[in-house]
C-alpha cells in the first residue's frame, strides 16, 4: 500500500516561514493537497493539486511537489495558522492520508 | 455558497447497521465525486469510500469493503453511507467531502461531520 509520511511536528515562530513536508514514492507524479484543521473544526483545503491556493486562503500559503516530495510553506506565520496539518494524494483508486502535523507558532 | 450537511450518526452496538447521509447544496452535484472520510476524536485523517459524480464507480478503503456500500441520489443531491457489521473501530466522526472532479482526487469542501459511535 502507498504510505505518505509528515513529521508529528512543527515548530515555528511568528514572522518566521514553516515547512511541512509530506513523502512518499514518486509522490511527484501525483497531485498533493493539504488540509488545516483547528481543534473542534472540519478540516479546510489551503492547497490544492499541488500549488493552487483556494479563494480565501492568505497568500503566505503556498505549496510544492517534486520527486519524492511536496512542502507546504507558510511565510510569516502567524499565531492563527498554529493547527493540524493533512497531506493527501490519490493512488491506486485509494485516498491517501499522512499522518498530520501539528504546527505550533511559539 | 458549498453547503454539506451529514446526518445519521449515532450510538450503535458491535455488529449493528447505521445508514449516514450527506445533503449537499450550492453546486452541481452530479459532476463532482464525493468522498467519505472518518477521524477518530485526537487522531488523524482516514478515507473510507467515495463514488464518482454519476455515481457508477465506487472505491472502499481495505478496512470497510464488504462492510459499507456508498451510494448518491443526484435528483436529491444526497450521498448515502449503509454501513454494517459494525466494529468498535469504526467509532469516529464521518465527514462527507466534495471532490475537486467527477472522480476521487481530493476535496475542496467538508461538512461539519457525524458521530459515529459503537460500542455495547
Known amino acids: 500500500s502507498y504510505d505518505l509520511t509528515q513529521p508529528p511536528s512543527v515548530s515555528v515562530s511568528p514572522g518566521q516561514t514553516a515547512n511541512i513536508t509530506c513523502s512518499g514514492d514518486n509522490l511527484g507524479e501525483k497531485y498533493a493537497f493539504w488540509y488545516q484543521q483547528k481543534p473542534g473544526q472540519s478540516p479546510v483545503v489551503v492547497i490544492y493539486q499541488n500549488t493552487t491556493r483556494p479563494s480565501g486562503i492568505p497568500e503566505r500559503f503556498s505549496g510544492s511537489n517534486s520527486g519524492n516530495t511536496a512542502t507546504l510553506t507558510i511565510s510569516g506565520t502567524q499565531a492563527m495558522d498554529e493547527a493540524d496539518y493533512y497531506c493527501?494524494?490519490?493512488?491506486?483508486?485509494?485516498?491517501?492520508f499522512g499522518g498530520g502535523t501539528k504546527l505550533t507558532v511559539l | 455558497e458549498v453547503q454539506l450537511l451529514e446526518s445519521g450518526g449515532a450510538l450503535v452496538q458491535p455488529g449493528g447497521s447505521l445508514r449516514l447521509s450527506c445533503a449537499a447544496s450550492g453546486f452541481t452535484f452530479s459532476n463532482f465525486a464525493i468522498n467519505w472520510v472518518r477521524q477518530t476524536p485526537g487522531k488523524g485523517l482516514g478515507w473510507v469510500s467515495g463514488?464518482?459524480?454519476?455515481?457508477?464507480?465506487?472505491y472502499y478503503a481495505d478496512s470497510v469493503k464488504g462492510r459499507f456500500i456508498i451510494s448518491r441520489d443526484n435528483s436529491k443531491n444526497t450521498l448515502y453511507l449503509q454501513m454494517s457489521s459494525l466494529r468498535a473501530e469504526d467509532t469516529a466522526i464521518y465527514y462527507c467531502a466534495k471532490d475537486v472532479q467527477w472522480a476521487p482526487r481530493g476535496f475542496d469542501y467538508w461538512g461539519q461531520g457525524t458521530l459515529v459511535t459503537v460500542s455495547s
Open positions: 493527501q494524494a490519490w493512488d491506486s483508486s485509494t485516498v491517501i
Open positions: 463514488i464518482s459524480g454519476s455515481g457508477g464507480i465506487t
